[in-house]
């Protein structure tokens, strides 16, 4: 385990997230991009929602765990960076749609970048956090959940590029506020 490389890959990907949030318009984070799509500000809220249910995970109850403490890390890389598979969001991390504060959101994750850099300085990583089982996946070590956080806001980073994309080559786009 190699606390300074997975601090720094989530410093990197964390202050990737905000840079490509931050190129968004405040109307555009609230613009669905195209039908079935969620808005800028709803992958931001559910990546605040998922990420801060993960931050009390981390420092909920843990045990000594009984295998490779990585052993999960390259399953969750290979399911969240493969961006050609639709995944369903659990409904306790659906966003809601509705109008979202650009600053609001870059500060809340700013906030959460802060906290995650807490965990990986200050607690053990090979432990098994025992407050939730991932399904699909079981209990994660707190090596492999953040890792999981990592994967996760990737793979929600290439989503906000799409919409960002999206929004630029189409004037005709859904505004919430209609």
């Known amino acids: 385990m190699n606390k300074e490389k997975i601090a720094k890959e989530m410093e990197e990907t964390m202050t990737a997230l ?15 991009p195209f039908e079935g799509s969620w808005t800028a500000g709803q992958v931001a ?16 109850p843990d ?11 390259e399953q969750v890389k290979a399911d969240f960076l493969n961006f050609t598979t639709k995944m369903q969001s659990p409904d306790f ?6 109008i979202y504060d650009k600053t609001a959101l870059l500060d809340a994750l ?13 607690l053990d990583l090979s432990k098994i956090c ?8 079981g209990y994660f070590t707190r090596w492999e959940a ?29 505004d919430l506020r209609q």
């Open 146 to 174: 953040i890792y999981f956080v990592i994967y996760h806001n990737q793979r929600h980073s290439h989503q906000l590029g799409n919409i960002f994309q999206k929004l630029k080559d189409t004037a005709g786009t859904i």
């Open 93 to 98: 991390v659906l966003p809601k749609a509705m």
């Open 63 to 73: 045990k000594e765990a009984d295998r490779p403490v990585d052993q999960k890390v």
């Open 110 to 122: 700013e906030d959460i970048k802060a906290k995650f850099a807490v965990v990986i300085n200050t």
């Open 18 to 32: 905000s840079a490509l949030l931050s190129s968004f318009s405040q109307e555009e984070i609230n613009r669905v």
């Open 45 to 60: 809220r559910h990546l605040m929602l998922s990420n801060s249910g993960f931050l009390e995970i981390l420092f909920g």
């Open 130 to 137: 025992m407050a939730f089982e991932l399904p699909g996946y």
